[in-house]
């Protein structure tokens, strides 16, 4: 790319593009994709359908380059992120990808907390391996908070061929103290479930208890209840355990969104970002399972060292 040295590979970058119409955002994909098959590595572009199409127009096909729907990326990105963590930790021989991701035109969906905060655990989630990201703004159409939090998600920025760094860029663990990466609010209805645990004897029927409360307050796809249900007692086992009982459940369930609440009131969990990482064999995985099996789990302290919450949602 123009003033700069190209994409360097086999290490991490997450690059905003600032494109003002289809023929830069063309020629910043076309620059990305090229260096990505140039690599040998695996390319993919998430875009809407009349996107792709003129993707596959202007870069025709290839047999490392797949084409996607960025909505299948938008409806669970949490759940994608964390796939590709296990795809590049625990392959047998090296793999490099390099994606784009192309917005609607009209981003509406792209402007809630959790895919900001998606945009930002990229960056912790996927740093330690050979993984190159393209993230496309149109700046005639995307709203300011959009392009504000592109600048501060993303360590470089690309806009008309020339790539720097991000003098907004907030590294994740800062993010995520912003009012941008905010844990949402109590939820404006009373809870289905609201129980206190003990010791571990109590977990089987704060499971039910869970399980009971999805089954019938929510149409959501059984997988999705079923990684919510586990990812709530995985927090559960982890508050018993690491942190100190007796630990409070409290559960809202709506037709499209399950919300759970887990408090215990030991010390607090360090690093609200636990679990993001690759887990260590010998070390806790909990928190790690949980990210993985539901829409995102919010982690905070309540100081001085008196309780930590854990809000998961589907």
Partial sequence: MKGTEAIPAQTFTHDLLLHDGPDQLVDGVRAFVDQG???????????????????????????????GLTSDLFRQ???????????????????????????????????????VRFES???????????????????????????ATGRATHPWITSQGYRTTSPEYLAPGAFHCTAWARVPGPVDMRPEVNVVLHGMRD?????????????????????????????????????????????????????STLTCRVLDTGPGISDQLAGCTYPDPAGPKGLWLARQLCGDVYVTNFPPGGSCSVLLTT
């Fill in 37 to 67: 098959l140039r690599s040998g590595g695996q390319v993919l572009i998430h875009g809407t359908p009349g996107q792709l199409d003129t993707m596959r127009d202007a870069l025709g096909t290839h047999a490392r380059l797949d084409y």
């Fill in 203 to 255: 977990l089987p029927r704060a499971r039910q208890l869970v399980a009971r409360a999805a089954a019938t307050g929510s149409s959501l796809p059984r997988d999705e209840v079923v990684g919510f249900i586990t990812a709530v007692h995985e927090v559960l086992v982890n508050g018993l355990t690491h942190g100190l009982p007796p630990v409070y459940l409290t559960m809202w369930a709506k037709p």
């Fill in 77 to 115: 990105p949490m759940s994608k992120l964390f796939a590709t963590q296990r795809l590049l930790a625990e392959s047998p021989y090296p793999v490099e990808l390099w994606a784009v991701g192309i917005p609607s035109p009209t981003p509406d969906r792209a402007m809630g907390t959790r895919w």
């Fill in 121 to 147: 655990l990229i960056n912790e989630v996927l740093a330690p391996y050979a993984f190159h990201a393209l993230c496309a703004y149109d700046t005639r159409t995307a709203p300011k908070r959009l392009i």
